[in-house]
């Protein structure tokens, strides 16, 4: 066991004059993480049809990171990633069927918030094998494992308490057991806004909460000009036979389709924003709310039709990139409502919270503290770039692929089944973010940006090696 290495920085108890002080009261934690949402769909990400009144508050008073992404777009890897602060290439998580050792546990930020005394609790989707794991982690898991769902009867009747409501019950109940005497952690991870995986076309696909069937009921959602039939029709025949073509025949397939998958996504997302009402509403009423920061993400993003796909997996913005919000009701005045366009990553989550905490990361994590650029006006030693990996092929239906994301130029390789160790190459993708954000024109095979290709192949390969090598 390597938990020794998670440090408490500066909390120190002395005593003077039989008092006990505090060189410095630590903040309660909560880490919020949706399933499944885009960057895009939030009120305060510039989204003028969704509805999330109470995430884009802790916005206005808090920070919002614009450039936020995770290193793989797949559920049971990004929350390995989140937890442990590692890319994949790490932690090894890459299927289902994987979960994380006790070993891997025991240097988890939950682990580390843990031994530092902190009361530490989770709720909704472990995502990384069985919650059970990690109750010697936690004093209070209410997690569960795979999808479950959002109904426990007909999801056409939509009977019951919808599962995300359930998750707001179950995080006012562990606020109930706090008390100002022990910091807490509380990591809620909502399945909403994921889909309620089915391939029959006929299937309700995104089951909101019957309180919000009549929000977005008149309005006509736009859909975005990346899904468009030409973006698909020039892609390669292996990338347009995958899983990702699969479920937008089933979500996208038809202008009314479009339209009720795409409410139906928002008002899941506007259900979890409610449930954020209520834990804060909670904070304030237990009298927490001044002492309690707030982070909020996704574990990946999600394709809305774009190149005529669904799902999420490949390394286009729209399937890797992530709102992210801090809300820490401590910082000064001038440090709120501030928007940050550095890359901030999944694998930052981990030593984030434990820098708030005040407990040194485990060597092992690779990820970096987003604390330090916070309330910092001058430009600091942050990443330019970072790597994305994708191993899990489903079969064959996904395509897995691997490339380095930049502030200019993103590099895409796809690589051959079978042959992802090599890192073999089946289809590679070169895009200028400055001139094309939405990554509509593919210059790899343009002799004008060769140069530029080989530049990135290299870029590549250095990263592939760097994000393998043992702390």
Request: hydrophobic share 35%.
């Amino acid at each position: 066991m390597r938990t020794k290495r998670c440090l408490i920085q500066v909390f120190v108890v002395w005593t003077l004059s039989g008092i006990a002080l505090q060189a410095d009261k630590r903040p309660n934690l909560i880490f919020l993480m949706t399933d499944d949402q885009r960057a895009d769909s939030l009120g305060c990400m510039g989204n003028r049809v969704i509805q999330t009144p109470n995430i884009d508050a802790m916005a206005s008073h808090g920070v919002l990171f614009e450039n936020a992404f995770v290193t793989t777009a797949i559920c049971m890897t990004s929350r390995a990633c989140v937890l442990t602060g590692q890319y994949a290439a790490r932690h090894g998580i890459r299927s289902f069927s994987q979960e994380l050792s006790q070993e891997q546990l025991s240097e988890t930020y939950l682990s580390c918030l843990k031994q530092a005394n902190y009361r530490t609790g989770f709720i909704g989707k472990w995502g990384v094998g069985d919650p059970r794991s990690a109750n010697d982690l936690l004093d209070y898991n209410r997690g569960f494992p795979g999808q479950s769902r959002y109904f426990q009867g007909d999801l056409k009747q939509k009977q019951g308490r919808h599962l995300t409501a359930q998750l707001g019950d179950q995080a006012i109940d562990f606020l109930a057991g706090c008390s100002e005497d022990e910091p807490f952690h509380l990591s809620v991870s909502f399945k909403a806004p994921h889909c309620q995986d089915s391939d029959d076309i006929y299937s309700d696909q995104f089951p909101a909460d019957r309180a919000f069937d009549s929000l977005y009921r008149d309005l006509v959602i736009p859909r975005p000009p990346a899904a468009a039939a030409p973006f698909f029709d020039r892609l390669p025949p292996f990338l347009k036979n995958r899983m990702n073509r699969d479920r937008w025949a089933v979500r996208f397939r038809s202008p009314e389709r479009y339209q009720k998958s795409v409410k139906d996504y928002y008002r899941l997302i506007s259900g979890v924003d409610r449930v954020v009402g209520r834990i804060r509403h909670e904070l304030e009423r237990l009298g927490f709310a001044d002492n309690t920061v707030i982070i909020y993400t996704s574990d990946h993003g999600f394709f809305l039709g774009e190149y005529g796909f669904a799902g999420k997996w490949t390394p286009h913005d729209v399937s890797i990139r992530i709102p992210l919000i801090i809300h820490d009701p401590r910082s000064p005045a001038a440090e709120r409502g501030q928007r940050y366009e550095q890359m901030a990553l999944s694998i930052d989550m981990a030593p984030t919270l434990l820098d708030y905490a005040q407990i040194d990361a485990p060597e092992s994590m690779q990820g970096s503290s987003l604390r330090a650029l916070i309330g910092n006006d001058k430009r600091l030693d942050w990443r330019q770039s970072f790597f994305y990996e994708h191993w899990f092929s489903a079969g064959g239906r996904i395509a897995p692929c691997e490339g380095v994301r930049g502030e200019r130029w993103k590099y895409a390789r796809y690589l051959k089944l079978g042959k992802e160790i090599e890192g073999e190459q089946r289809w590679e993708e070169l895009y200028d973010l400055t001139s094309d954000p939405d990554e509509t024109v593919n210059l790899a095979q343009d002799p004008a940006f060769a140069d530029q290709l080989k530049r990135q192949r290299i870029n590549w390969q250095q990263w592939r090696q760097s994000v393998r090598q043992t702390p």
